[in-house]
């Protein structure tokens, strides 16, 4: 085999892990809308999907847009996983792992048997 198509299987591998690790998430997020009532497909939409994330974790998109400043963002993305978990009840090592494997505790998370809390007030 040369060394071009190495190259081109590794490719095609590679778009098909992040096409699945997409689905995953997507799957997960989904069914995170809907046990808090919001409708699944609003997963599917960028940005949009962000939006009701924050609505669901903090009851308002607001904070939302604190994520489009440079490196603060990546922060407040951090504390908004750690938040999901949070109003689902679930413990502090579930919700690192959510913050650190998000795909999969997602998946838990969406088809689980937790259920949806509505929010309290927050700092961030």
């Known amino acids: 085999m040369s060394s071009s198509s190495l190259v081109s299987l ?8 992040s096409l699945a690790i997409t689905a ?3 799957a997960g997020m989904w069914k995170v809308f809907t046990k808090a009532g919001e409708a699944g497909w609003k997963a599917i939409i960028p940005i949009y999907n962000g939006m009701t994330l924050f609505k669901i974790i903090y009851g308002s998109m607001g904070k939302f847009f604190l994520t489009f400043i440079p490196g603060f963002g990546a922060v407040v993305e ?6 999901l978990g949070q ?3 679930k413990s502090v090592g579930f919700r690192v792992g959510l913050a650190l494997l998000s795909p999969i505790f997602l998946l ?3 088809f689980g048997d937790s259920t949806y809390d509505k929010p309290v007030d927050s700092f961030i």
Request: avoid cysteine.
């Open 10 to 17: 590794s490719s095609v591998i590679s778009v098909l892990t």
């Open 24 to 26: 995953l998430m997507i």
């Open 78 to 83: 951090i504390f908004a996983l750690v938040r």
């Open 87 to 89: 109003v689902y009840g």
């Open 108 to 110: 838990i998370l969406g």
